[in-house]
């Protein structure tokens, strides 16, 4: 994290950035791009991780085959909406 964030960058991709660490550690990355995003900088995590997006993000943007399925609001997303949008469900079909 350290490396990545050196040099204060305008926009931080995160892609997967959990995968194969401890728990300490998911602790710890997610308080840094927290920290980072609360500082004014732009994160955008990719991660297939649900409860990681629900925790990270202010939007959910949800991608099937090349398409946008729905985008859900922070606070507003459920794993079984978001699990239904990335079976290519859009969010109004979810909804209804």
């Given at each position: 994290?350290?490396?990545?964030?050196?040099?204060?960058p305008k926009l931080l991709l995160a892609c997967q950035p959990t995968r194969g660490v401890d728990i300490r550690g998911i602790a710890f990355i997610h308080q840094c791009l927290l920290d980072y995003r609360e500082a004014g900088g732009a994160v955008l995590v990719i991660s297939e991780e649900l409860e990681e997006l629900i925790a990270l993000s202010d939007r959910i943007v949800v991608l099937y085959d090349g398409r946008v399925t729905g985008e859900v609001a922070r606070g507003s997303a459920e794993i079984?909406?978001?699990g239904r949008m990335m079976l290519g469900e859009t969010r109004e079909e979810v909804a209804a």
């Open positions: 994290m350290a490396r990545e964030l050196d040099g204060g079984e909406e978001l």
